[in-house]
């Protein structure tokens, strides 16, 4: 990989720097082991399955299933218009891997577990993340 | 083989200093008086103190900030750090080290005033890169988590959850040292605030200042002194994961590798276990433990804690001192499951004192649901 317009600076090196430099790109990439197939997040230099040294990144689908979820009720504040409710939820990404994420434009109440969700890459440069939408809404 | 640290070691001495609220002190200064009354209790001194085993949040280096405050110069030192669980790991380690005579006295002790110091749990200072974005509250959001899923895969429900808070309560109620002792009914706890959905704030441990201290040696000195030995019988430790994301399963813990391995050590099954003690910083947490150590199967731990089972009169009894809920807790808790556990093998936790106690099983939890720890100790009848 190397520097993009909106990425000044070296070439992204170690697994995070890669993996970050993707998302920033606005692509969710997972590291697949060579030796085993496994899909690999959070990034890192070994595989955590077969301790293999011969990871590749890949596209992921973006498809996921909402494995748990967790809300926080904020008790409200003068001068604190964030939400008073803050939903975050672990995915079981199709590939495999867990991730920890948030689907910022679904009330809390109807994110439930079990649903099936799609990956977007979200934020301004230089601080994007990976959120998620329901994908139900999308078919 | 495994069998070899079994009876190795005994507690000779516990102490506890500054429960509940310690303004003006430091975690330094409990922490000394803990370890003071500990010592005073086995009729030994800091000087014959040789090996140390502490951990903590507040301090780079706990151990050795320790050693300088106490004034102590051990010839063994245990610094390792797996959060709340840390504790009970050192029970085993400690068994080791006085096994392989690499000590012959050794102290195992925390203390924290996170409650009039910070005035809030204080969170490690290093956190998952990858959970940070989405703000969690560490270290509650893994508990909510993990609550959430047992929930929808079992069909656990918040009453479930409020029976653990129930019967901690009406344990604290029988413990004049028990930082909340008020009456405390099923509707208060399903009315409480909702903090981290699905847990309120009644399912959630206290946040105090405190301080606790144990000192261990080996049986043959341990006869020789003050007080009753509570002998270690077995441990076990494990762990797959530091982040909440990347735990396999959040409906089973490590819990069950450790405990596995504590009970082979001991050659003894959940059937021998006359009172638990498990660390319960959220109410989940007890229902996760008794199924992964055995006391009832996968998913059942709902049922198995309702009709007050858990609670004084109940079939089973868990967490006699009130527990993290209802008792202290300081940020880390598992030391005072041995403390706990070590009273009522000598027969002098008052009116909460399970009669005929001779096997006590500790549990300790780190970090979020990420280090397990189990050490089961035993009456001399149980060698």
């Not at chain 1, 998302?23 to 085993?36: E, I, M």
């Not at chain 2, 030192?77 to 006295?105: E, K, R, W, Y």
């Not at chain 2, 009753?228 to 813990?253: Q, W």
Request: hydrophobic share 40%; glycine share 10%; charged share 20%.
């Amino acid at each position: 990989m190397t520097a993009s317009p909106d990425r000044p600076g070296p070439p992204p090196t170690g697994p995070d720097q890669q993996f970050q430099a993707h998302v920033a790109d606005g692509r969710l990439w997972l590291q697949t082991c060579q030796d085993c197939g496994s899909a690999i997040f959070m990034p890192r230099i070994l595989c955590p399955h077969c301790h293999s040294l011969s990871l590749q990144w890949a596209p992921a689908s973006g498809l996921g299933t909402v494995y748990t979820r967790s809300v926080l009720h904020r008790r409200p504040k003068p001068g604190d218009d964030r939400p008073t409710e803050h939903a975050i939820v672990l995915v079981d990404l199709d590939e495999g891997p867990r991730i920890m994420s948030r689907l910022p434009d679904t009330p809390a109440a109807d994110i439930r577990i079990g649903m099936r969700v799609r990956a977007r890459i979200a934020g301004e440069d230089g601080a994007r993340v990976v959120l998620f939408d329901p994908e139900e809404s999308k078919t | 083989m495994s069998n070899t640290l079994k009876g190795a070691a005994a507690i000779v001495g516990v102490g506890t200093a500054g429960l509940g609220e310690a303004p003006g002190f430091n975690a330094m200064d409990i922490q000394a008086l803990a370890v003071r009354a500990a010592l005073d209790d086995a009729g030994l001194s800091l000087a014959d103190v040789d090996g140390l085993f502490c951990a903590n949040m507040s301090h780079t280096f706990p151990a050795i900030s320790t050693i300088e405050y106490l004034g102590i110069a051990p010839r063994w030192i245990d610094g390792t750090n797996t959060g709340g669980s840390s504790f009970v790991a050192h029970a085993m380690s400690a068994a080791m080290a006085l096994q392989a005579g690499l000590c012959d006295v050794a102290l195992i002790c925390y203390g924290a005033t996170m409650r009039t110091g910070a005035g809030r749990m204080v969170p490690a200072a290093e956190q998952p890169a990858y959970e940070i974005p989405h703000q969690p509250r560490y270290p509650m959001t893994a508990y909510a988590m993990a609550a959430a899923r047992h929930m929808a895969q079992f069909g656990t429900t918040r009453e479930h959850l409020a029976e653990v808070a129930l019967a901690a309560r009406a344990w604290a109620q029988l413990n004049p040292d028990a930082f909340e002792r008020g009456d405390l009914t099923m509707e208060d706890v399903l009315s409480s605030r909702m903090v981290l959905e699905p847990l309120t704030l009644r399912d959630c441990c206290l946040l105090t200042d405190g301080a606790g201290a144990v000192v261990m040696t080996r049986p043959d000195r341990a006869r020789d002194l003050a007080q009753k030995p509570a002998y270690f019988l077995g441990g076990g430790v494990a762990s797959y994961n530091r982040a909440i994301s990347e735990m396999p399963d959040l409906t089973t813990t490590a819990a069950k590798d450790s405990g596995a391995r504590a009970y082979a050590m001991a050659g003894l099954g959940p059937a021998d276990m006359n009172v638990l003690q498990l660390y319960d910083a959220f109410t989940i947490n007890v229902i996760l433990f008794l199924e992964d150590l055995g006391f009832c199967p996968k998913g059942e731990g709902g049922a198995f804690v309702s009709g007050g089972h858990i609670a004084p009169g109940g079939g089973l009894p868990v967490n006699t001192n009130g527990g993290g809920l209802s008792f202290t807790h300081p940020g880390m808790y598992g030391i005072f499951t041995l403390i706990e556990a070590t009273r009522q093998l000598r027969g002098e936790a008052g009116a909460r004192q399970i009669p005929d106690a001779e096997t006590v099983l500790c549990h300790g939890n780190g970090i979020t649901l990420s280090h397990q720890a189990t050490a089961i100790l035993g009456s001399e009848n149980t060698l």
